[in-house]
C-alpha cells in the first residue's frame, strides 16, 4: 500500500509500527455549531482509509478529538448565557448524529480536550523542564520554536522567512514571546472564561498541545498516520510535531495525510467566509449516503467543488449501484444450484479481475475515484449476467462481492428492516430519565429490554454508549 505522506511530499510503501495494527489520530472538530460539509470531507475521508486497512486484515485503533475549549465555544456561551460546556455537549451529540447520518464510525476514542487537563500540564511541565518551552511574566507559557531543529519540516518552511515574514507584525499581549513563531500552550485566563488551575496562572490550554497529549494517551508517543484538513498543516500538525518530538524525544507520526478543500465557486468553505452548508441542511434533501458518494467521488488529495449538479449524478450513480444490489436480492427463491456453471465461472474470472482493480486503485494512496470506476464495472457485469436463470451461487457471489466493495467505501447497500438506531436512542433517553427519577427498576427494565433486542449499553464517562451483540 502507498501512501502520499505530506511530510516527503512522496507516495511511500506503508510500513506499521506493529505489524498487523495501525495507530491513527485524526484532528477533530471544534464543537460550537453544527458541522458543516467541508469538516465532513475528513471525517469521511478518514473512515474511508479505516475501512480499508481493516478490509486488509489491519487492526485499527481510531482516535478523534473533539475540541471543546476555545474562543468561538466560549463567545457562543457568552451569548447565550450558558456555561461553555452546554455549548459543547449539545454540538458533540449533534455531530455524532450527522456522522451515523453518513456512516462514519465512532473513533475508537473520542477525547475531549477538558478532560485531558493533567496531560497537559504534564507535557508542558516537561517542555519546560527540557528547555523547549518557557514562562513569561504574565504567566503565559510558550513553545520556543527556534529549540526544535526539525521546526518547519513539515510545511517545508523555513523557520527564518518566518520570522521576518511575522515581524512587523505585534500582538497584543504576546510582546514576551523570544521569537515571533513561538506558540502558545498555556494562557492566563480572561473574565467570563473556563479556567484550570497550574503552576504558572489560572488558565487554559493553547489548541495545539491537546492534540500531542491525547495522541500519546491513546496511541502512544509514536504513531502511524496523523490526519487532517490541509489547512491543519501549518501551524497545528507543524506544532504538534514540534510538542510531541520535543517533549518525547521519538518521531511522532510516521505518516501525515491531509486531504484538500472542499470548495463552493472553488473557494473554500468556511464558517468564516458564511459560504457553507452544514450536514443537516444536506439531509434535508438528500440522503447522506449521497454526500458520502459525493466526497468519495474525488481523490482525496483533490480540491472537490460542491454542486448540485455533481450532487446529482452522485445520487444517481449510487442509485445504480442499490438498484443492482435490489435485482440481485430480487432473484432469491428464484434461483437454485450451489455449483457454478462453466460460464459463471469466467464471470467469477472478470469479477476477480475487477476486485483486484478496486484493491489496486486504493492500495495506490486510498484512489477512491478510481475504486468506485472498478465497482461501476462490477455492478454492470452483475446486470448483465445475473438473473433468473443463474445459479443461486453466482447470484449470491455477486451480491457479497459487491456488498464487500460498499462496505470498504461505507455505502449501505441493503436497508436495514431491522431496528433504527433512532429507536434505541429514544429507550435510552427513556432509561436516563427513569434513572434520573431514581426509577432503577424501570432504568433496568429498558436496559433488559434493549439486551433483547440485540443490544448491549455501556455506561462510560462521556455517556450512554451502546453497540449491537
Ligand atoms: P475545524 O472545526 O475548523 O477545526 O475543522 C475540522 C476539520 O475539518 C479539520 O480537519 C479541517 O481541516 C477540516 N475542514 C474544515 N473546512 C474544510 C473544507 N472546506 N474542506 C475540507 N476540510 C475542511
Ligand atoms: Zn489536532
Partial sequence: MKIFNTLSRTKEEFVPLEPGKVKM???????YNFIHIGNARPMIVFDTVRRYFEYKGYEVSYVSNFTDVDDKII??????????????ARYIAECRKDMEGMNVRPATVHPQATQEIPGMLQMIQTLI????????????VYFRTRSFKGYGKLSHKNIDELQSGFREIRVTGEEDKEDSNDFVLWKPKKEGEPYWDSAWCKGRPGWHIECSVMAKRYLGDQIDIHAGGEDLIFPHHENEIAQS???NGKPFATYWMHNAFLNIDNKKMSKSLGNFFTVREIAEKYDLQVLRFFMLSAHYRSPLNFSAELMESSKNGLERILTAMERLGDLDGK????????????????ADELTAKFEAAMDDDFNTADAIAALFELVKLSNSTASADSTKAYAEDMKRRIRTLCDVLGIVTE???????????????????????????????IRQQLLDMGIELKDTREGVKWKRV
Fill in 25 to 31: 489520530y485524526v484532528c477533530g472538530p471544534t464543537v
Fill in 75 to 88: 463567545k457562543k456561551a457568552n451569548e447565550e448565557g450558558v456555561d461553555s460546556s452546554e455549548i459543547s
Fill in 129 to 140: 523542564d527540557k528547555g523547549h518551552a518557557y514562562v513569561a511574566a504574565d504567566g503565559t
Fill in 245 to 247: 518530538e520535543s517533549a
Fill in 335 to 350: 434461483v437454485s444450484g450451489d455449483a457454478l456453471t462453466e460460464e459463471e465461472k469466467t464471470y467469477e474470472a472478470q
Fill in 415 to 445: 436497508k436495514k428492516e431491522e431496528l433504527l438506531d433512532s429507536t434505541v436512542e429514544k429507550l435510552i433517553e427513556e432509561r436516563q430519565a427513569a434513572r434520573k427519577a431514581k426509577d432503577f427498576a424501570k432504568a433496568d427494565a
